[in-house]
């Protein structure tokens, strides 16, 4: 069956070191991922997707995340958090028939 | 820049009351999806439409929720009766739908409060 894996429930940064958020999925075919961010109150906003060709995929607001298919892995990384990152942040698999299956989030709190 | 609308942004009702949410998609957009997220957790898909047809209804709990889509534009989403643990907000999103590669547009979603 099909799954996605955010291992960490909760992490905490000091604006400006780096970030790096885990997922692992779980799917037998060439997987559609997706990382989407949801501040207090917003709704959910895409940062970035990958479907083929490189691996390594640019987002806004200066995110990017590496697909790797040995791991089953879609990390997501910013080389400096600002406060304005805090969030809870979502990876997503979408499967080639158009299921949807969200990962169960992880929350990011930014210190100064 | 084109949004997905909902309403209501929140809605307080009780329990064994009828509720009703709208969603208005992205216009052209094909696909429809209702999701229900409960606190803390990530978004769980309830319902897919594909223009008026449902394509996944499989955690629908269909002895008190129903969704349509009758034009295969605007959406309604109904709980009757509602319970306690209905208590989530409520998620639309749309994509032009087609081989899995397009990206979901959320709408604001609706937070139900059930007493």
Redesign the interface.
């Known amino acids: 069956a099909q799954s996605v894996t955010q291992p960490d429930i909760h992490i905490t940064v000091s604006e400006g070191a780096s970030l790096e958020l885990r997922c692992n999925y779980s799917y037998g075919a060439t997987p ?1 991922l ?1 990382w ?1 961010v949801q501040s207090p109150g ?5 940062l970035l ?1 990958y ?1 083929s060709g490189d691996t390594l995929v640019q987002g806004i607001k200066g995110f990017e995340a590496e697909f790797k298919r040995s791991q089953s892995s879609f990390n997501l990384r910013k080389p400096s958090v600002h406060w304005s990152d805090a969030a809870e942040y ?1 990876c997503v698999l ?12 992880t929350s990011l709190s930014v210190i100064p | 820049e084109a949004e ?1 609308a909902q309403s209501p942004r929140y809605k307080i009702t009780e329990k064994s009351q009828a509720v009703a949410f709208w969603c208005d998609p992205i216009s052209g957009h094909a ?1 429809l ?1 209702w ?1 229900r997220q409960i606190l ?6 309830l319902v ?1 439409f594909q223009d008026e047809s449902v ?2 209804d499989s955690q629908l709990p269909k002895d008190r929720f129903s969704a349509e889509r009758l034009k295969g534009v605007d959406s309604t989403l109904k709980i009757q009766p509602a319970e306690l643990g209905d208590s989530a907000m409520y ?1 639309c ?1 749309s994509s032009t ?1 087609g ?3 397009e ?7 609706t937070r139900l409060l059930v007493l």
């Open positions: 559609y997706f989407y917003q709704g959910l906003q895409l997707k479907f979502f979408k499967t080639s028939y158009d299921k949807v299956i969200f990962g169960p989030g | 997905v696909t999806y999701y803390g957790q990530g978004p769980e898909l897919q394509v996944d998620l999103a739908g081989n899995g590669q990206t979901q547009y959320f709408g604001p979603g």
